[in-house]
C-alpha cells in the first residue's frame, strides 16, 4: 500500500510539475523604451492583461513577457500594440499583428494614432523615423500627443513599416 501511495504521490508532484511549466515566455525585440516613462507605460499596459508579467530592459529595446498559456501572452502583444509599442519576436504564433490599416500606394497625407509618445526623446524618434521616408516634408508629431499627421509624397506602408522599426506601433485615422 505505501509502494501505491508514493507512487500516486510521485505522480501527482509530475502532474503538477508539467501543468506549473506550460508557461509561456516570448521577447518583443526592438520596442522604443527610450526612458523611464516608457518603462513605466509597459508595466501599466501588462498589469491590465490578467495572467500575463513583464519585464523591460530599456537598453536592449525588449520587453520580456511571461504569461500562463500562448492566448494570454497574445493579448499581453496586442495590449502593447494597443498602447503605441512595437517589436519583433522569433515566434512564429506569437507577434505584434499587422492592424495599422495602411493602404498600399503614394500619399499626400496620412493621419496616425495610437503612437507611444510620452517624452522629448520619443518625439525625436519619431521625427528621425518619420525623416527616412522618401517624398516626406512634414509632420505634426508633438510630445504627448498619440496622433499627428505626415504630409509629402510618400509611400504609406513604407511609413509604417519605418515607424514599426524603430520601435512604434501605429494605425492610420480612417
Not at 518583443?28 to 495572467?51: E, F, N, S, Y
Not at 519583433?88 to 507611444?116: F, I
Not at 510630445?143 to 499627421?149: E, G, L, N
Request: with cysteine; charged share 25%.
Amino acid at each position: 500500500m505505501k509502494t501505491f501511495q508514493l507512487l500516486a504521490l510521485g505522480t501527482l508532484v509530475l502532474v503538477s510539475g508539467v501543468a506549473a511549466g506550460a508557461e509561456t515566455k516570448v521577447e518583443l525585440k526592438g520596442t522604443h523604451l527610450c526612458c523611464p516613462q516608457c518603462v513605466r507605460a509597459v508595466g501599466d499596459i501588462l498589469k491590465k492583461v490578467d495572467g500575463v508579467t513583464g519585464t523591460c530592459d530599456q537598453k536592449a529595446g525588449t520587453v520580456t513577457l511571461t504569461a500562463k498559456d500562448d492566448a494570454t501572452a497574445q493579448k499581453g502583444l496586442d495590449a502593447l500594440a494597443a498602447g503605441g509599442f512595437h517589436g519583433t519576436t522569433d515566434n512564429k504564433e506569437l507577434k505584434v499583428k499587422d492592424d495599422s490599416g495602411v493602404a498600399k500606394g503614394k500619399v499626400k497625407t496620412l493621419t496616425l494614432e495610437g503612437v507611444h509618445n510620452c517624452c522629448g526623446a520619443c518625439n525625436r524618434a519619431i521625427n528621425t523615423a518619420v525623416g527616412k521616408v522618401a517624398g516626406v516634408t512634414g509632420n505634426t508629431a508633438k510630445v504627448k500627443s498619440d496622433t499627428f499627421d505626415v504630409t509629402g509624397d510618400f509611400d504609406a506602408e513604407e511609413l509604417v513599416k519605418v515607424l514599426n522599426a524603430a520601435g512604434y506601433h501605429v494605425k492610420v485615422k480612417k
